[in-house]
């Protein structure tokens, strides 16, 4: 291997050898990473969905986008499962029913499930093994019968629909598979009829011109909704219902089937081209829809109450909004002074909702008045221990969430707080840097990672402001040091 002569020292490369050094410290601070088998996902925390199982009336589940927060004494303490190596990016948590009451989600590595209370995850298998889960639903009468949607691994294959008859331990052979360009988006069963299944779908084609705004030319695609129905359990399926004359172009995904009519059924529509979201509703199992609320947003939450009040909200630009039918779905009034809800749900005629812990002051809150008004129940920094099934799997990844402010070091290390940093020096630019951190774990390595980077940075800084100073006329009186 030849050797590059080195180049004599020069004013212009001084830059280039900052730039060595900024990325030294960059690559010191990517090597200071806890390393784990699996992390939160990266975004803002936030909450997901709210579970409350019948079997544990003083239970409360929170999902999230970093995990599980869990209370066993009706929200009195709090405790925290993180995401584990077959849960990582967990989302669309959901119970199957008594008297399993399965837990559900759907992550990085298709369709898992819990039966431990998030201690341990398990992979669905059979024929959902090859492929990736999308979208899954326990049917709620039948803890045995879960469905599933899923896209192949590879690049030959088309999305399809499956069925398990044992709790998602294994499934069948595909009972649909969808040939056309585009995607499978949800799929759900109906409560008073689980033969009558629904599955959202859209074709990816080029655009008609139709909307106004697009031409058909093939360079500009466009996504067409199509409804699917099965009224056999997925043995058969009716032709596909073509839902743009109705809707327009875009996606869909079903919010709920009517719990006393199997062909009355709710979908949330998203249009293709504006921020714009619908719900839309039909009595005649998808052939016609009616459009009673749409917003300039996204909506969120969807409820069926067990007095058939339906609560349905959403947010947009000027904040949330919110709409009640006591009608089964028939009218919609406005729902107002609402939180930023994300999630809804119900117990012994209590209503639980998600919330914006930044904008709202707590994760979640309890309305005892038909949601004229919320209670805080709970928000992150509440959360004052992990799980003791996952303490050793989650602890990285606890000091990151005490690091960022979610909670209090002492949900991580109940037993103690571990030592703080070295004693911190100032360098000559006026910076903070820390000692050798050899030993330093958990947050103390993110500390000590993010003071050698900004030191560096600093350095840069007082550099080039020596340089200016330098190079300026002494018109002011001032003494370049």
């Keep these: 291997m030849a050797l590059r002569a080195v180049r004599p020292y020069s004013a212009p490369a001084r830059g280039k050898g900052m730039a060595i050094l900024l990325w030294v410290a960059a690559a010191a601070l990517i090597s200071l990473l806890p390393r784990r088998d699996a992390q939160a996902n990266g975004a803002f925390p936030d909450s997901l969905q709210i579970l409350l199982p019948q079997n544990r009336p003083h239970q409360i589940v929170l999902g999230t986008n970093f ?52 201690c341990t995850w398990t992979i669905a298998g059979g ?28 690049a030959s294959g088309a999305p399809a629909v499956y069925h398990s008859n044992d709790s998602a331990q294994t499934f069948g052979p595909s009972l649909y598979d969808d040939p056309s360009p585009g995607a499978l988006t949800s799929i759900e069963s109906a409560r008073s009829d689980p033969m009558t299944v629904y599955v959202a779908r859209y074709d990816l084609l080029p655009c008609d011109g139709s909307d106004g705004g697009t031409t058909s030319d093939a360079s500009t695609m466009c996504q067409y909704p199509r409804l699917l129905r099965s009224s056999d359990g997925g043995a058969h399926w009716d032709p596909p219902i073509d839902l ?77 909004v919110g709409f009640r039918s006591p009608d089964g779905g028939e009218t919609f009034l406005p729902w107002t002074g609402i939180p930023s809800l994300r999630a809804l749900a119900e117990r012994d ?53 005490a690091g960022i402010g979610l909670w209090p070091a002492e949900t991580c290390h109940p037993e103690g707080v571990p030592p703080t940093p070295p004693a911190q020096k100032k360098t000559g630019c006026g910076c903070v840097t820390a000692d050798e951190g050899a030993g330093a774990t958990g947050n103390q390595k993110w500390q000590l990672a993010g003071a050698t980077l900004a030191a560096a940075i600093c350095w840069l800084a007082s550099w080039r402001r020596r340089r200016r100073i330098q190079s300026r006329p002494s018109n002011r009186g001032y003494t370049a040091r």
């Design 67 to 118: 995990g599980l927060v869990i209370s066993d004494d009706d929200g009195q303490t709090w405790s925290w499962s993180c995401e584990q190596r077959n849960s990582i990016n967990g989302n669309l948590y959901q119970l199957g029913p008594a008297p399993l009451e399965r837990l559900y989600a759907l992550s990085s590595v298709g369709l898992v499930y819990s039966d431990d209370s998030a």
């Design 127 to 154: 024929s959902l093994g090859s492929v990736l889960a999308n979208d899954a639903f326990a049917d709620p009468t039948d803890p045995a019968q879960v469905w599933a949607l899923g896209n192949p691994i590879a």
């Design 244 to 320: 743009e004359p109705t809707l327009g172009k875009g996606t869909f995904r079903i919010i709920a089937v009517d719990p006393h009519d199997p062909r009355r059924i709710f979908l949330r529509f998203t249009t293709f081209d504006v921020p714009m979201e619908t719900l839309a509703v039909s009595v005649d199992a998808g052939l016609t829809f009616r459009r009673p609320v749409t917003i300039s947003g996204k909506l969120t939450a969807f409820l069926w109450r067990g007095d058939n009040t339906i609560l349905l909200t959403g947010l947009t630009d000027a904040g949330p």
């Design 349 to 401: 005629g209590h209503l639980y909702g998600a919330a914006d812990w930044i904008k709202d002051g707590f994760a979640l809150g309890l309305s005892m008045d038909d949601g004229a008004t919320f209670k805080p129940v709970m928000t992150f920094s509440d959360v004052r221990s992990v799980r003791s099934c996952v303490k050793t799997q989650c602890e990285d990844q606890c000091d990151y969430q």
